[in-house]
């Protein structure tokens, strides 16, 4: 898992494979600690055609996005590449049955996405 936090606020993450639960763990930790700053951010995720997370690590990433959903309503926005078309519509069935607390979307390419985010966070 690679992790860029140079260009603050947007961070960007890619990741090939499934990443293994101590990975996991280390990302939802510095999640917490990008929230802890208090500012709006971006996270730009590329998951570089990765696998899926495992069901103990979803239950895991779903419980974090839960108590952390009050500060992620204000303070996150996230853009997801998903290059597989099909892939993508999964992603935005479930987004609708399952709505984040944050702006989020899906698109094809890192550069729209990243424009995106730009966009986003430039609004008051």
């Known amino acids: 898992m690679d992790i860029d936090e140079s260009a603050w606020p947007l961070v960007t993450m890619q990741w090939e494979g499934i990443p293994t639960d101590t990975e996991l763990t280390r990302f939802l930790a510095r999640v ?3 929230l ?3 500012e709006r951010f971006g996270l730009l995720v590329d998951p570089c055609g990765s696998g899926v997370l495992t ?3 979803r239950v895991r990433t779903i419980g974090h996005m839960k ?3 009050e500060r992620t309503s204000r303070l996150l926005v996230q853009a997801i590449v998903i290059r597989s078309r099909v892939q993508r519509t999964l992603f935005y069935g479930i987004n609708l049955v399952f709505p984040n607390p944050f702006p989020s979307k ?3 390419d890192e550069g729209p996405a990243r424009q995106w985010i730009q966009s986003e966070l430039a609004r008051p």
């Open 106 to 108: 899906v698109f094809a």
């Open 36 to 38: 802890d700053r208090g």
């Open 32 to 34: 917490d600690g990008w």
């Open 67 to 69: 108590a952390n959903a």
């Open 55 to 57: 069901p103990e690590q």
